[in-house]
């Protein structure tokens, strides 16, 4: 709930603090945020519309692609490792930068009974279903690429799971003693099904993207890969097709009648690295 993250929160025009007033948030300066009625609050800046987030049907998708628990133990690594992270005496705040729909927040805070979430993500679509994904998670709208309305040095744990990633706020965002948490494709993750379905490749160079946009700020900590094989039905793989970036440009028709091709199951990979950074000084 947004109440648990408020102390948490900085209005993004002026960076002051925000207080619930009936139905919005509200900073010493006037400015004023409407609560969803679906629970979230968002904190875009004017001219910001969020648009470039995912679409509800992509979210959709999503949904209904991790209800089936296939990507259950990336989320179970990540909990363990954010346990592990945060201070053993809380409550410690969790944020999920790209939190999507609150999936793996979720996961996290189940290990964490002492700890909040925030879960920032651009889409409100996507936010709609985070705020309803644990009863400790607060759903807040905002940029990634821009200065985050969060206040300096306030989580213990930063969460980052194939989403855009700023690495001097996250810095900022981190308590001296933090830790960010970001979970990348391998280069082997649903190897079988790109070229079939003509799904996005992992890039060739996202470690080296990775070092460049976090290395200024942040020093490797430790770092693992986690493989696993999915049996996938084709009601699973159309899931996973439309729940990612290429939805924004496959075609409907094909990509069903390329799906109808496979095999039912089909045995695919899912290969992720977690990388745990610790902020420099």
Not at 25 to 34: I, T
Not at 131 to 154: E, K, N, S, T
Not at 201 to 230: A, I, T
Request: proline fraction near 6%.
């Amino acid at each position: 709930m947004l109440d648990d993250v408020l102390g948490w929160l900085r209005c993004p025009h002026c960076h002051e603090r925000l207080d619930r007033a009936e139905g919005s948030l509200r900073c010493a300066a006037g400015h004023s945020f409407d609560i969803a009625r679906q629970g979230y609050v968002s904190l875009l800046p004017a001219g910001a519309s969020g648009g470039g987030g995912d679409t509800a049907a992509m979210v959709r998708a999503r949904g209904e692609f991790l209800a089936t628990g296939h990507f259950a133990p990336v989320a179970a690594i990540l909990a363990e490792e954010a346990a592990a992270a945060a201070a053993a005496a809380g409550p410690n705040c969790i944020v999920d930068v790209g939190a999507g729909t609150g999936y793996c927040l979720a996961a996290v805070l189940d290990r964490m009974p002492r700890a909040a979430g925030l879960a920032l993500d651009v889409s409100r679509h996507a936010l709609r279903q985070a705020a309803r994904a644990h009863p400790r998670i607060g759903a807040v709208g905002c940029d990634a690429w821009r200065p985050l309305p969060v206040a300096d040095h306030v989580a213990d744990v930063v969460l980052n799971v194939f989403a855009p990633r700023g690495g001097a706020e996250l810095r900022r965002i981190l308590r001296p003693g933090g830790r960010l948490l970001v979970i990348t494709p391998a280069a082997e993750h649903l190897a079988e099904l790109i070229s079939p379905l003509g799904l996005l490749s992992v890039d060739e160079r996202k470690r080296e993207r990775l070092e460049d946009n976090l290395s200024p700020h942040f020093s490797l900590d430790g770092e693992s890969e986690h493989r696993g094989v999915m049996t996938l039905t084709h009601d699973d793989v159309a899931a996973l097709a439309w729940m990612g970036p290429t939805a924004w440009h496959a075609d409907q028709d094909a990509m069903t009648d390329r799906i109808a091709r496979l095999s039912d199951p089909v045995a695919v990979t899912r290969a992720v690295t977690l990388t745990v950074l610790r902020p420099r000084p």
